[in-house]
């Protein structure tokens, strides 16, 4: 179960870490503020998925561990990912000496504990405040639940909290962190990485169960999030060493003085790392010269996977970046943006409708509908666009309520909720019962009854044969009208059964107020004509028309 495990938590854990490269590459300050760490970090992680994908299925711990050793040693790409490699070597092994299956608290802190020993070796000389410091605090915390006899989704859930927690903590460790505003990059990165493994483990993404302490991991991403507040700073004058150098090698000899290359490393440059086993190793190190460096292992074995980069240029890079960025925030006013209490995103299917939501006081607007159903990442993403504790999530498609309960289960920035809307026109009719000043379940629960009395009719036309609700053939080609979901009218003309669905549906039960909207098909004379022959005959119906401009339906409506 440990391998199963892995294999399903280890991928997903690597994506997060790979979606947050670009926020994890920009608070990249130190060792050098060359703004990679989060792409290192990710390589290194997609290498290892990679490794641990090609395994048979019947693949044991100690294979998997061995395959995170490997993949990580030869997809380690910077200082970050070096250390990360050895980060999940030591861990990896620490789990393949579990005698347990699955895996007790106890093994969690003991390969913690691993993890710690093993990558604090690989570091001749270990910085508080980095990736290092989180790997110990998580380590220590797991460690002080064991004793409490917690259970694993508890210890668990405590690791993330502890981890964002130590992150915060680093600027207070290293004041090169402090001077730029930002946390280490490398500690949020692993950070990162061990809320999307527990998240996977658990199924559920982000949302702490209680537990003993009263911090839960929103507190604590919040306080991460409270330090960040990232600076340009023109004023670094570089590295003492330029060039990034990194390659793996592969040793001559069964004798290699590893502490003895180790020390030259350290004589050409800083940060120097020779991570691995006789005879295969990852070496890395910032120098100024990188031939004399490849030249002196050339002498002791083979060399490949050659990478080096200019800091120098790489630091200009994420400057410019960073300044483009916060330019980008004041002129839009981004970033001065206080958070409002409640926020709301709805899908719309046209422009029409869109601007109509807009004016209603939906904030996000995500385009889709039928036959373009938006994803459960395009309305995460819009919710956290919201910029609001709160959001109400309106999918207005019976196709999308799904990714819509998605989306609000994977959102740890805010609490959300659905309100279950088919159509956009009931959307409308829910945002005019929405109070800004309310709480979420008050509005959810006073949108959706609000909703209840809105019946809707959809006209369009059928692209293969088919048969009405009545049994009555439909041809590719017939023009159809829809009634809550059923096809209740067929004909050869909009505006005629347009005429026939409202007065089926007043006929049924006669409502005040008909809303309508035409579609990118529907020009403005069809349908200033369509809304003559309604009034004509509904005299006593309230018409509402706008533009929808929604494809694939010339028209569609609401009565209430």
């Known amino acids: 179960m440990i391998a199963s495990t892995i294999r399903a938590c280890f991928p997903a854990a690597a994506k997060v870490v790979a979606d947050k490269a670009d926020e994890i590459n920009k608070l990249n300050v130190f060792p050098v503020p060359d703004g990679d760490t989060g792409t290192n970090m990710s390589l290194t992680l997609q ?97 002080q639940l064991e004793k409490q006899k917690v259970s694993m989704d508890e210890l668990l859930d405590a690791l993330v909290v502890e981890a964002y927690e130590s992150v915060a903590r680093t600027p207070d460790l290293l004041p090169v962190l402090k001077e730029n505003g930002v946390v280490d990059s490398g500690a949020f990165g692993l950070a990162t990485f061990i809320e999307g493994f527990v998240n996977a483990y658990e199924g559920r993404a982000g949302e702490v169960s209680d537990f003993k302490t009263t911090v839960t991991t929103d507190d604590a991403k919040q306080a991460v999030v409270n330090v960040v507040d990232i600076e340009i700073n023109d004023s670094w004058e570089g590295s003492k060493y330029r060039y990034c150098t990194e390659f793996l090698f592969h040793a001559d000899s069964p004798d290699l003085d590893e502490d003895e290359n180790l020390r030259y490393l350290a004589s050409m440059g800083d940060c120097e790392l020779m991570v691995g086993a006789n005879p295969d190793y990852k070496i890395h190190v910032h120098t100024n010269r990188p031939d004399r460096v490849l030249r002196h292992m050339l002498h002791r074995g083979q060399i490949f996977n050659v990478f080096v980069h200019n800091m120098d240029l790489e630091a200009q890079e994420r400057t410019e970046g960073i300044r483009a960025d916060k330019e980008s925030e004041e002129s ?229």
């Open 47 to 143: 290498t290892v998925v990679g490794e641990v994908e090609a395994l048979p299925q019947d693949a044991t711990t100690a294979d998997i561990a061995h395959a995170i050793t490997h993949g990580s040693l030869m997809g380690a790409r910077g200082n970050s990912g070096v250390i990360t490699s050895q980060i999940l070597r030591g861990v990896a092994e620490g789990l393949a000496q579990s005698k347990n299956d699955p895996a007790t608290v106890a093994d969690v802190a003991a390969a913690l504990r691993n993890g710690v020993k093993v990558a604090f070796k690989a570091v001749r000389k270990p910085v508080e405040g980095t990736i290092l410091t989180v790997l110990r605090d998580v380590s220590a915390r797991a460690d």
């Open 332 to 560: 839009s006013g981004a970033h001065f943006a206080p958070r409002k209490k409640l926020g709301f995103v709805a899908v719309a299917a046209g422009s029409g409708q869109a601007e109509i939501l807009s004016s209603l006081g939906v904030d996000v607007v995500v385009s889709g509908g039928q036959t373009m159903n938006p994803s459960t990442a395009d309305i995460l993403k819009a919710i956290e666009e919201c910029n609001a504790e709160q959001v109400i999530v309106l999918p207005n498609n019976g196709n999308i309520r799904m990714a819509a309960e998605a989306a609000v289960e994977a959102c740890d920035s805010c609490e959300a909720a659905v309100v279950v809307t088919k159509t956009v026109l009931q959307a409308f009719t829910a945002m005019f019962s929405a109070n800004l000043e309310g709480d979420l379940d008050d509005n959810v629960e006073a949108m959706s009854e609000a909703i209840e009395d809105v019946r809707g009719g959809e006209v369009t036309t059928a692209v293969r044969d088919s048969q009405a609700a009545d049994g009555s053939p439909i041809h590719a080609g017939d023009v159809m009208g829809i009634q809550d979901d059923a096809i209740t009218v067929v004909g050869s003309d909009v505006q005629q059964v347009t005429l026939d669905v409202i007065e089926r549906m007043q006929d049924e039960e006669e409502g005040d107020t008909l809303t309508i909207l035409a579609g990118a098909d529907l020009d403005d004379d069809a349908f200033n004509e369509l809304i003559e022959a309604i009034e004509e005959a509904q005299p006593d119906l309230e018409v509402d028309a706008h533009r929808g401009e929604q494809p694939l339906y010339p028209v569609i409506f609401s009565i209430e």
